[in-house]
Structures are given as structure tokens and as C-alpha cells.
Nanobody
Framework: QVQLVESGGGLVQAGGSLRLSCAASGRTFSINAMAWFRQAPGKGREFVAAISWNGGSTYYADSVKGRFTISRDNAKNTVYLQMNSLKPEDTAVYYC????????????????WGQGTQVTVSS
């Protein structure tokens, strides 16, 4: 099993920045990719960004490309999401996820999930 714990959410004004962290523990050797998803009230869970665990390849949703950056620190078993130029439509609960396979934008490909952290962007 893999446990994921997110942190770093909060309230920020439009145009501001936040950095989310996701610490992985347990059978981390089984992780091949990690990703961030988000879910706004009344909407489905939406892919945000993904990163391969060893190679560092990244993949972003068009809605966040150029504003968000996903990165990892393998020594700390931690993945980060740097969010800049935040917009009110970025308001959501952000979830960290880990996959045993290649990175993907489909939630079904991820076996492990964190509890989520709230990000609220005021206008």
C-alpha cells in the first residue's frame, strides 16, 4: 500500500501563488507516476498535471499549462504543484494520486489517492 498526504492549500487572491505538496509513504517503490487532480463543487474530478516518478516527464491539462508546474523530490518521496497566476476557476479540492503504470489523465489509472486539500481563489 501507498499512503499520500497533501498539504499547502489555502485561500489566495486572484493572481497569487500557492505550492501544494504530496508526501508518499509505504510501498513507494511501486509508484511509477504521480499526478494532481482537482474537483470543484458540483463537478467531476479533473486532471491537472502528472509526472513520471523516475524520468521526470511531465504532462499538463491545457487549462493550467504555463501557470502550474509539477515537480518531484525522490529523496523525500514528495511531489509538488507550484500554482502561479491563480484564477477563481482554479478553486477546488486538489488531490494527489499515484499510479503503478505510466502517467495518465484518467482517474481510473491511479490506485492511490490522498485526502485532498482545499484551494480557494478569491476574485
Amino acid at each position: 500500500q501507498v499512503q499520500l498526504v497533501e498539504s499547502g492549500g489555502g485561500l489566495v487572491q486572484a493572481g497569487g501563488s500557492l505550492r501544494l505538496s504530496c508526501a508518499a509513504s509505504g510501498r513507494t517503490f511501486s509508484i511509477n507516476a504521480m499526478a494532481w487532480f482537482r474537483q470543484a463543487p458540483g463537478k467531476g474530478r479533473e486532471f491537472v498535471a502528472a509526472i513520471s516518478w523516475n524520468g521526470g516527464s511531465t504532462y499538463y491539462a491545457d487549462s493550467v499549462k504555463g501557470r502550474f508546474t509539477i515537480s518531484r523530490d525522490n529523496a523525500k518521496n514528495t511531489v509538488y504543484l507550484q500554482m502561479n497566476s491563480l484564477k477563481p476557476e482554479d478553486t477546488a479540492v486538489y488531490y494527489c494520486a499515484a499510479a503503478r503504470g505510466p502517467f495518465h489523465s484518467n482517474t481510473a489509472e491511479y490506485a492511490y489517492w490522498g485526502q485532498g486539500t482545499q484551494v480557494t481563489v478569491s476574485s
